[in-house]
């Protein structure tokens, strides 16, 4: 999560100010360990490479959701550090901003813990997302501690998501499950299958050249052997036919020299 003070109600907002009219660019402050934007790229890296072909969703992380034009521009909130939206046109965003997304905000969202953010994305988040947003699928992680959670919106209240025999929460909206592998959150398909990056693609499709490469080195190798041993049988039939035509052309001779004697072979 970003690193800002702690929030407290919605009582607590100072008055509000309009924003200008015109592009509104991201405001997000850095975030506060390498862990976490890891953490956020590799999400990112995942949901972008299994919808590689698709072009109706937009995902960011640490990116600013404007939801308001009275909306308080810095303090009060921060984006999102990683959401979804579903049914809108993939494309680079400066910042999200509903008014302009025909009224659309986040169908999934996950918050990264932090020990200075982990109070607001359970308390002031969860309530935002939940009665604001209207957001039906919100999940927060800690990669530190690995503690992970999810809710679904349901009749207009979350509820908390039970894990499945893995230990994984599925997402009704993306139709994925998140779960911890490695130490790490990732996503998980219906049947249980980690969604990879385009690193760990790329690293699987090289070692199963190599294999497959091992393997028709094996059976070239295989085949170069039964061709040799082919060819020694042959030599050995070849040799064992030259054999058995020199002793027949030694017993010809021999019988011939033998009838020169008036000698008949056969009687020996």
Not at 57 to 63: D, P, R, W
Request: hydrophobic content about 35%; glycine content about 4%; some cysteine.
């Amino acid at each position: 999560m970003s690193v800002i003070p702690e929030l407290g109600t919605a009582q607590d907002i100072p008055e509000r100010v309009i924003f200008p009219k015109g592009d509104l660019y991201s405001d997000e402050p850095p975030l506060e360990t390498e862990l976490h934007l890891r953490q956020i790229i590799l999400l990112l890296q995942c949901l972008d490479w299994l919808w590689r072909d698709r072009n109706d969703f937009y995902v960011a992380g640490n990116l600013t959701i404007y939801y308001s034009q009275n909306q308080r521009k810095s303090a009060d909130f921060r984006g999102p550090d990683f959401f979804v939206v579903l049914g809108t046109d993939r494309k680079p965003r400066k910042s999200w901003v509903v008014w302009e997304e025909d009224g659309k905000y986040p169908n999934a969202i996950v918050e990264m813990l932090s020990p200075t953010t982990a109070n607001t994305d359970r308390e002031f988040k969860k309530q935002l997302y939940q009665n604001t947003f209207r957001t039906p699928d919100y999940f927060w992680f800690d990669p530190y501690t690995l503690e992970l959670a999810g809710f679904h919106l349901v009749n207009g209240k979350y509820q908390a998501l039970a894990p499945n025999s893995q230990g994984y929460l599925w997402s009704e909206e993306l139709e994925l499950y998140l779960g911890i592998h490695q130490q790490k959150l990732r996503f998980f398909t219906d049947y249980g299958e980690l969604v990879p990056t385009p690193e760990e693609v790329a690293d699987s499709e090289r070692q199963q050249k190599e294999f497959a490469q091992q393997r028709a080195q094996r059976e070239m190798q295989r085949a170069e052997r039964e061709t040799r041993q082919k060819e020694l049988a042959q030599q050995r039939a070849d040799s064992e036919r030259q054999q058995k035509e020199l002793a027949q052309q030694r017993a010809d001779r021999l019988a011939a020299k033998l009838r020169e004697l008036n000698i008949d072979p056969d009687t020996i």
